[in-house]
């Protein structure tokens, strides 16, 4: 991380209650979606609506899952606006979930255009206590440390000359102006909803559903990320909901020492440029001009995201989420705008992407599930090296060396692997 200056805090969190609320949020945090898809060509809006009513049987209720997840269809200024009922991410269920829903708007001729929008909420419905302030300090100061990298990332246009939406409905013209390393977050919160310039539920990381206690914590814990924009890809839209849990954990762990800042002035002033020119209201139709963009920023661009993928390393790893990051690192190189533009349709996209995801686990055959079986019962524990489970693994197995490391590569991929000396065994970290 270059520049990591951390403005000092006295409410810091000691290791302790940084382990509490890391492992809260991880189990309480929900991550939904609104997705905004333009109706198909030679369809009216209304049939279109009924169509994806049908494909997609929303629940109508928070209480139901349903087939989909989705919570309900309604009507957008670009065709129709999906809301998708939060859930705790996992990366493998959220990306059967979404596949199934951007196949069914697939058939139907979804398209996503620069009108439409992708909205992500994490909230927090079952919390029962306050979240210190400094976590969603942290938070804020953290996406306003890479605004123009999670711009450039989660970007979707189909030209070079508008890789992303109009800023309108995602402005940043206020969030680079409040720094909460500066003032409270019930400043900033008070601040955004005040604003004549930008309105509040427009806001690139949108505060309104948050309230703070008289000490200063927050309850409800509700954010909104507005600025990604419409994307058909299951495992791209999964990635990225994974992405917005591994901030919010590393603000935790940020908040032991601190509130990050979010660069020295010189640095400041190139980010906010960088937001200007890839995210304005002077493209042609409902995009932002990104002529400024060329290859030398898309390149100073791609490097700024894999300086954050490196800082959340350690999150990702934590959660067993290794395909998040490869699908994240492959965004990085190229974001699906790019992907577009280079002439690639969405299944063309999602399949790309995916052959960049770890080992898929659905592809685990008989003898990986006998091998997990064993670990997970610890019939083979008490060896008195790992080199002696492994022999005897691949004896009872009938498997060569060879075979047994890649087997178990792919079981870590999925669970997470190590040597326990204690038990004289390999065991499970998840």
Request: glycine share 6%.
């Amino acid at each position: 991380m270059k520049d990591p200056i951390l403005f000092r805090r006295k409410d810091t969190l000691d290791p302790g209650e940084a382990s509490y609320w890391k492992d809260l949020l991880y189990r309480v945090v929900k991550i939904g979606a609104e997705l905004e898809v333009a109706t198909p060509k030679g369809i009216s809006r209304p049939d279109f609506e009924i169509q994806s009513r049908d494909a997609l049987a929303p629940s109508e209720t928070l209480d139901r899952l349903g087939a989909n997840g989705v919570l309900d269809i309604k009507p957008e200024h670009c065709g129709i606006e999906i809301r998708i009922i939060g859930r705790q991410p996992h990366f493998r269920s959220l990306q059967r979930q979404y596949t199934s829903i951007m196949n069914s708007l697939l058939a139907l001729g979804g398209r996503a255009r620069p009108t439409c929008g992708l909205h992500f909420h994490l909230l927090t419905p079952t919390l029962a206590e306050p979240v210190p302030e400094i976590i969603l300090a942290n938070l804020w100061n953290l996406t306003r440390r890479y605004g123009p990298e999670l711009k450039f990332l989660t970007s979707g246009g189909e030209s070079r000359d508008g890789l992303c939406r109009r800023r309108q409905h995602n402005s940043h013209l206020e969030f680079v102006n409040h720094s909460s390393g500066v003032v409270h977050m019930s400043k900033i919160y008070q601040a955004l909803k005040e604003s004549l310039k930008v309105p509040e539920h427009q806001n690139f990381v949108n505060l309104e559903h948050v309230r703070f206690a008289e000490s200063g914590a927050v309850l409800p814990f509700h954010i909104e990320f507005r600025f990604p924009d419409a994307d058909l890809s299951a495992i791209s839209v999964t990635a990225k909901t994974i992405l917005f849990l591994a901030l919010l954990l590393k603000s935790v762990d940020l908040s032991q020492y601190g509130v990050v800042h979010v660069g020295r002035i010189q640095t400041w002033q190139r980010k906010k440029y960088l937001l200007d020119i890839l995210s304005n209201n002077d493209g042609n139709l409902a995009t932002s001009d990104t002529r400024a963009v060329d290859d030398n920023v898309i390149e100073e661009l791609r490097q700024g995201c894999y300086e954050m993928l490196d800082l959340l390393c350690p999150v990702f790893e934590g959660l067993s989420a290794s395909s998040a990051l490869d699908v994240l690192l492959a965004l990085a190189e190229r974001p699906v705008s790019l992907l577009r533009i280079s002439g690639y349709e969405w299944a063309q996209i999602d399949a790309l992407l995916s052959e960049r995801a770890s080992a898929d686990p659905q592809g685990l055959d008989d003898t990986d599930r006998k091998l997990m079986q064993r670990i997970e019962l610890g019939e083979w524990s008490g060896k008195t090296s790992l080199e002696a489970w492994k022999w005897r693994a691949a004896q009872e197995l009938f498997l060569t060396p060879q075979d047994l490391e890649r087997r178990l590569q792919r079981i870590d991929a999925l669970r997470g692997v190590r040597w326990d000396e204690r038990h004289g065994s390999i065991v499970f970290t998840s």
